[in-house]
């Protein structure tokens, strides 16, 4: 019994791992780790460090502000073009992994058509996090309906043969073009018109009902966290998403309800989205491979102040069928922990609204007024997370050392 398990899972595993879809949104999101890592380097020291007391009171705001627009403009030309990469490198990376011979094309149109959906009144604000589950569908889509138009060869333009190849490629592909624009453009047109919403406002709209809906409340937390974790585990930045929900949570706060804004980042973004200050402990100290063992040392300092976009994109977590299963699951065994020791009385209410940056401890202390009991919360949640990230870390690595064996057998 536990070897046809384990022969279905490896199975599955298998089918994922060569899933040209998938691959081609992996390796995107794997050629977006510099710059997420820049981006979220220039979000520690513009929001982070630039607003500590002792940087504050040190020097006067002009100063503070020109420092800051620095790396905003870093932020600008990384995490704010995130939706706009995605949608040429998606159908460029599809297009390789199906043998297309002119990928670049591909890449060209996806970011035509993304341009096609973007809200008339013009702006960049969907060129980011925002517009990157947009950018995948359309990514996707349009690189599969241009590599299908490609082999019919009644929509190929003949111009003979003493011209240069990009010559030919370029009228080979007019048509084509042409008919994804009149496609796409009819179904953005149709779409708002019948809707009142462009297609990026109608996504978060949708996503965004269910979560206001049900409010402070443990059900909502738990929500909130799956919904969270399972976009960034498909590489979808969620914070346009719920935005309203964490308005909710911050009201919350005020009111003295226990669900509320700190208590949810407290111990459910532990080291960032996921809890990963677990992970990083375990690739840090009880990892086997070398090269998690570096990686969690270049992201402890980033993943401090719960900025982990190196960790889910470099281990990778972000489609990793394994990994996945405890970037859900460990915040939501936290939430639910420190929920019930708060009902217990075992704990304090967080009565202090503390910003997602702040370090784990470090929040706990300023969230509840000092209270100690909150911090010894936070280091239980820490000891079992480590241990729920060590047994699927083990499974990780032991599935990479089959593979890399059967290469090398091969």
């Excluded at 997370?385 to 290469?407: C, H, N, P, V």
Aim: proline share 4%.
């Amino acid at each position: 019994m536990k070897n046809k398990f384990k022969e279905k899972l490896d199975s599955f595993l298998a089918w994922i791992g060569g899933e040209v879809h998938l691959l081609a949104m992996r390796d995107s999101l794997m050629s977006m780790i510099p710059f997420l890592a820049l981006s979220g380097i220039a979000t520690f020291f513009a929001y982070v460090l630039l607003d500590t007391s002792f940087v504050t009171d040190s020097l006067d705001p002009t100063t503070i502000a020109n420092i800051q627009s620095f790396f905003v403009r870093i932020g600008n030309g990384c995490m704010n073009l995130m939706a706009v990469m995605l949608v040429v490198m998606i159908p460029y990376f599809l297009g390789r992994q199906k043998g297309f011979n002119n990928p670049i094309i591909l890449g060209v149109t996806g970011l035509s058509m993304f341009m096609i959906f973007n809200p008339l009144d013009g702006g960049t604000g969907y060129f980011g996090t925002q517009g990157v589950l947009l950018s995948m569908i359309i990514g996707l889509t349009s690189a599969e309906l241009f590599m299908r138009l490609a082999k019919i060869e009644k929509l190929k333009i003949n111009v003979g043969d003493n011209v240069p190849q990009a010559v030919k490629d370029a009228f080979n592909s007019l048509l084509i073009i042409l008919i994804l624009i009149v496609v796409y453009a009819l179904a953005a047109t149709t779409l708002s018109v019948a809707t009142g919403l462009e297609a990026i406002e109608l996504i978060s709209d949708v996503l965004q009902k269910p979560l206001v809906g049900i409010g402070a409340t443990l059900p909502g937390a738990i929500i909130y966290t799956i919904i969270q974790t399972l976009l960034f585990a498909v590489g979808i930045h969620p914070g346009a998403i719920v935005a309203p929900i964490e308005a909710v949570f911050i009201t919350a706060g005020l009111e003295g309800h226990i669900v509320n804004y700190t208590f949810v980042t407290t111990f459910g973004q532990m080291g960032g989205t996921g809890a990963c200050a677990g992970l990083v402990v375990v690739l840090i100290f009880l990892a086997k491979r070398k090269e998690f063992r570096t990686l969690g040392k270049l992201a402890v300092v980033s993943d401090a102040f719960n900025i982990n976009e190196p960790i889910t994109f470099g281990v990778p977590i972000a489609f990793n069928p394994i990994l996945i299963v405890p970037y859900v699951l460990v915040p939501l065994v936290n939430i639910v922990l420190a929920y019930f020791a708060t009902v217990a009385g075992l704990i304090a209410v967080y009565s202090n609204t503390v910003t997602w940056s702040t370090p784990i401890f470090l929040k706990s202390i300023v969230g509840a007024n000092g209270d100690i009991r909150n911090v010894i919360m936070e280091l239980v949640c820490l000891v079992i997370d480590i241990f729920i990230w060590w047994f699927f870390m083990r499974i990780y690595e032991k599935q990479l050392d089959s593979q890399e064996a059967i290469a090398i057998e091969n």
